[in-house]
């Protein structure tokens, strides 16, 4: 059985940085009940604790951050690029071992976006661009899916 990695805020845990979840969408709660699901919230993993300081990246380019070229800073300026880039490691590592080729991660995150990222301006100003896991999967040829592709992730499941 092909395994998806999940971010685990999606799966009803409540690691989000406000100490919240983000809910629990039907399909993943299936694909859990299937034993398919690898859950991993990064940021978490990385060696954050929760709840934390909202954080992002200017820019909002999680691949400038994986070059040294961006940093993930928290509203009061702390540098937190060093837990995010162990937490986008862990998911490499935990897509390795499993053989992962899809993930669902939280949309608009700094660390799962996969599509939107906020542009560090703490402004709730989104740009197009992806997470430093995200960023880092797409690199290891992850297909990467949010929360609100989620017909799109079961399709690309079946064709696997
Ligand atoms: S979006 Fe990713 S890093 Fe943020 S709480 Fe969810 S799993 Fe953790």
Same mark, same amino acid.
């Given at each position: 059985?092909?395994?998806?990695?999940?971010?685990?805020?999606?799966?009803?845990?409540?690691?989000?940085?406000?100490?919240?979840?983000?809910?629990?969408?039907?399909?993943?709660?299936?694909?859990?009940?299937?034993?398919?699901?690898?859950?991993?919230?990064?940021?978490?993993?990385?060696?954050?604790?929760?709840?934390?300081?909202?954080?992002?990246?200017?820019?909002?380019?999680?691949?400038?951050?994986?070059?040294?070229? +961006?940093?993930?800073?928290?509203?009061?300026?702390?540098?937190? /690029?060093?837990?995010? #880039?162990?937490? &986008?490691? $862990? @998911? *490499?590592?935990?897509?390795?071992?499993?053989?992962?080729?899809?993930?669902?991660?939280?949309?608009?995150?700094?660390?799962?976006?996969?599509?939107?990222?906020?542009?560090?301006?703490?402004?709730?100003?989104?740009?197009?661009?992806?997470?430093?896991?995200? +960023?880092?999967?797409?690199?290891?040829?992850?297909?990467?899916? /949010?929360?609100?592709? #989620?017909?799109? &992730?079961? $399709? @690309? *499941?079946?064709?696997?």
């Amino acid at each position: 059985m092909h395994k998806v990695l999940v971010s685990a805020c999606l799966l009803g845990q409540p690691v989000r940085y406000d100490g919240r979840a983000s809910g629990h969408p039907d399909l993943l709660q299936q694909w859990q009940a299937e034993g398919r699901i690898v859950p991993l919230c990064p940021e978490v993993a990385g060696g954050l604790p929760t709840p934390r300081p909202p954080a992002e990246i200017p820019g909002g380019q999680g691949a400038a951050v994986l070059e040294g070229n +961006a940093q993930v800073l928290t509203i009061t300026g702390e540098d937190v /690029s060093a837990q995010f #880039l162990a937490g &986008a490691q $862990l @998911a *490499l590592a935990l897509v390795r071992r499993h053989g992962i080729r899809i993930a669902v991660l939280k949309s608009g995150s700094p660390s799962c976006g996969n599509v939107l990222t906020y542009d560090g301006t703490f402004s709730g100003t989104k740009v197009a661009g992806e997470g430093v896991t995200t +960023a880092l999967l797409r690199r290891e040829g992850v297909q990467v899916f /949010s929360e609100l592709e #989620l017909e799109a &992730a079961e $399709l @690309a *499941l079946k064709q696997l």
